[in-house]
């Protein structure tokens, strides 16, 4: 064998060990950790954008295409409530409003990372909020078919 066939025989094998990896690993995913660790990023960046001490938006015109939605205390505050309520979903240990809130931060983070996108979308920002989305999106994805499993009778 070549060292061209072994290298593409590899690569083979490592693509294909990808997707198989990121199944069993939503499969066996708590979302628990990852919605702590959004609620936490939500009310703090809620309470940074949405304070009345300092101005954010005007800091970067990456906040630019926000701005023209709603001013900066609407953003903090929306953002906020939704972290305390996510909080709230958890603490309640209720998966349907575990699921209900996931919708909410998964439309609401997938709309901040469309405006970034929209006002610069070359800056980490976009990244940063790009991959709260996909977080967002896993959560709600695992909460449903652990909703859907329920219903079925079967328990995760």
Same mark, same amino acid.
């Given at each position: 064998?070549?060292?061209?066939?072994?290298?593409?025989?590899?690569?083979?094998?490592?693509?294909?060990?990808?997707?198989?990896?990121?199944?069993? $690993?939503?499969?066996?995913?708590?979302?628990?950790?990852?919605?702590?660790?959004?609620?936490?990023?939500? #009310?703090?960046?809620?309470?940074?954008?949405?304070?009345?001490?300092?101005?954010?938006?005007? $800091?970067?015109?990456?906040?630019?295409?926000?701005?023209?939605?709603?001013?900066?205390?609407?953003?903090?505050?929306?953002?906020?409530?939704?972290?305390?309520?996510?909080?709230?979903?958890?603490?309640?240990?209720?998966?349907?409003?575990?699921?209900? #809130? $996931?919708?909410?931060?998964?439309?609401?983070?997938?709309?901040?990372? #469309?405006?970034?996108?929209?006002?610069?979308?070359?800056?980490?920002?976009?990244?940063?909020?790009?991959?709260?989305?996909?977080?967002?999106?896993?959560?709600?994805?695992?909460?449903?078919?652990?909703?859907?499993?329920?219903?079925?009778?079967? $328990?995760?």
């Amino acid at each position: 064998m070549s060292r061209l066939n072994r290298w593409l025989f590899s690569a083979g094998l490592f693509l294909r060990w990808v997707p198989k990896t990121y199944w069993e $690993s939503f499969y066996h995913l708590r979302p628990r950790i990852l919605e702590l660790g959004g609620a936490a990023w939500a #009310i703090v960046w809620g309470f940074w954008v949405g304070n009345p001490w300092w101005d954010v938006f005007p $800091s970067s015109p990456t906040f630019r295409a926000m701005g023209l939605v709603a001013p900066e205390w609407v953003w903090g505050t929306t953002v906020f409530v939704m972290g305390a309520g996510q909080l709230l979903a958890l603490y309640n240990a209720s998966l349907t409003w575990r699921f209900r #809130i $996931s919708g909410v931060v998964f439309f609401l983070w997938g709309s901040v990372t #469309i405006l970034f996108l929209r006002g610069n979308a070359f800056s980490t920002a976009t990244v940063t909020y790009g991959m709260m989305w996909v977080i967002a999106t896993i959560v709600a994805a695992k909460l449903w078919w652990r909703r859907k499993m329920d219903d079925e009778g079967e $328990s995760l």
